[in-house]
């Protein structure tokens, strides 16, 4: 009996890591990047890589997120904001805002960018502190006042550490003054430059992160609060207003800033997740073939270990983040460390936790 040929998912979204330098020195930064001055040698121009996105529309790409490093240190990024919407694609960004001018606004408006602007407290103290560069605070607010001169909605993604603990509760009003329609409060996992966060006590342990969440205000007049955690931590109110969070890792690939395919954007550091040199190998072929993709759609969710192969949200959450486990424990199937930390300390509710045929669609 012959076989069925394998499904090849459609190629939704591609993570562009547009240029590995920024202008901060962000201490939480798990992809590294190196200061503005040696930003000459880490990006290629767009022409380079405009190909790539175009044989990717055959696979089904619909939309591009473009991050970093800071994606307005790119000398071509105008031009890249122009050319995507161009392709008939979505765009989305992620960036510290301190770049951000009028001609950055008009051009984010021009390509109907869906965007976030990093903001870790309500002071300059707080915010430069963990961005490590002095007047970022002040460069940011700059940025945002530019997006609201042009009539732009902001995420403001904020990035939960010890120092800000006590003001995030505050941080949903604070922003929305400043523009921006949604709140994400990242919590920084033991990654990259955090490592050394955590060694001085600087990162929260679970219980505290939970006893944040806690004290969050409910979302008001619009604006939404996304708290970066997994379904079966979140309150039962997070999921009705926001859904579960599905993951995407089955439609997405990542473009380095050297050209190269990865998983997300952790296979510059990893070189078991460093797909290859897509101005070498076509991305149709390591979209189709290339056997860490292939294994990872023969495995989630279905292989997944530990308390995320019991939890009820593993067809949605798939792991939650299967990059970070990696980097973590050397495997793409294991329990996500927050969920295994949760499980050991009994935080983990049991109610989420079925046979593997009892699981949310």
Same mark, same amino acid.
């Given at each position: 009996?012959?076989?069925?040929?394998?499904?090849?998912?459609? #190629?939704?979204?591609?993570?562009?890591?547009?240029?590995?330098?920024?202008?901060?020195?962000?201490?939480?930064?798990?992809?590294?990047?190196?200061?503005?001055?040696?930003?000459?040698?880490?990006?290629?121009?767009?022409?380079?890589?405009?190909?790539?996105?175009?044989?990717?529309?055959?696979?089904?790409?619909?939309?591009?997120?473009?991050?970093?490093?800071?994606?307005?240190?790119?000398?071509?990024?105008?031009?890249?904001?122009?050319?995507?919407?161009?392709?008939?694609?979505?765009?989305?960004?992620?960036?510290?805002?301190?770049?951000?001018?009028?001609?950055?606004?008009?051009? #984010?408006?021009?390509?109907?960018?869906?965007?976030?602007?990093?903001?870790?407290?309500?002071?300059?103290?707080?915010?430069?502190?963990?961005?490590?560069?002095?007047?970022?605070?002040?460069?940011?607010?700059?940025?945002?006042?530019?997006?609201?001169?042009?009539?732009?909605?902001?995420?403001?993604?904020?990035?939960?550490?010890?120092?800000?603990?006590?003001?995030?509760?505050?941080?949903?009003?604070?922003?929305?003054?400043?523009?921006?329609?949604?709140?994400?409060?990242?919590?920084?996992?033991?990654?990259?430059?955090?490592?050394?966060?955590?060694?001085h006590g600087e990162l929260l342990s679970l219980p505290e992160v939970l006893e944040v969440r806690s004290r969050m205000p409910e979302s008001e007049n619009g604006f939404k609060l996304y708290f970066d955690l997994p379904p079966a931590l979140l309150p039962l109110r997070d999921i009705v207003r926001n859904g579960v969070g599905t993951c995407g890792i089955l439609g997405i690939l990542g473009v380095l800033h050297n050209g190269h395919a990865g998983l997300c954007g952790i296979g510059e550091h990893l070189p078991e997740l460093d797909f290859g040199d897509l101005r070498q190998v076509s991305i149709k072929q390591v979209w189709e073939t290339h056997p860490t993709l292939v294994t990872l759609r023969e495995k989630l969710p279905a292989g997944l270990g530990g308390i995320c192969g019991r939890c009820i949200f593993r067809n949605a959450c798939l792991g939650k983040c299967v990059a970070n486990t990696f980097h973590a424990i050397g495997k793409l199937y294991g329990a996500f460390s927050t969920c295994a930390e949760a499980e050991e300390l009994g935080l983990f509710p049991e109610k989420y936790i079925v046979e593997h045929h009892n699981v949310v669609a």
């Open positions: 009996m012959a076989t069925e040929p394998r499904r090849v998912p459609p #190629l939704n979204t591609i993570y562009f890591y547009v240029t590995g330098s920024c202008n901060l020195r962000c201490r939480h930064c798990w992809i590294d990047p190196v200061t503005e001055s040696q930003r000459s040698t880490l990006h290629l121009p767009w022409r380079a890589l405009k190909p790539v996105f175009e044989q990717a529309k055959e696979l089904g790409l619909r939309c591009v997120k473009l991050t970093g490093g800071e994606p307005f240190l790119h000398p071509d990024i105008l031009e890249i904001l122009a050319d995507l919407p161009a392709m008939g694609l979505g765009v989305r960004m992620e960036t510290n805002g301190t770049l951000i001018g009028e001609r950055e606004a008009k051009a #984010l408006k021009a390509a109907n960018a869906n965007f976030s602007i990093s903001l870790d407290g309500p002071t300059p103290e707080i915010h430069d502190d963990l961005r490590n560069v002095p007047g970022s605070f002040e460069k940011t607010l700059k940025g945002m006042a530019a997006c609201r001169a042009e009539g732009l909605r902001f995420q403001t993604i904020c990035s939960l550490y010890r120092r800000n603990a006590e003001l995030l509760p505050g941080m949903p009003a604070f922003v929305q003054g400043l523009g921006a329609s949604s709140l994400k409060v990242n919590v920084i996992a033991s990654m990259g430059r955090s490592d050394e966060m955590r060694v």
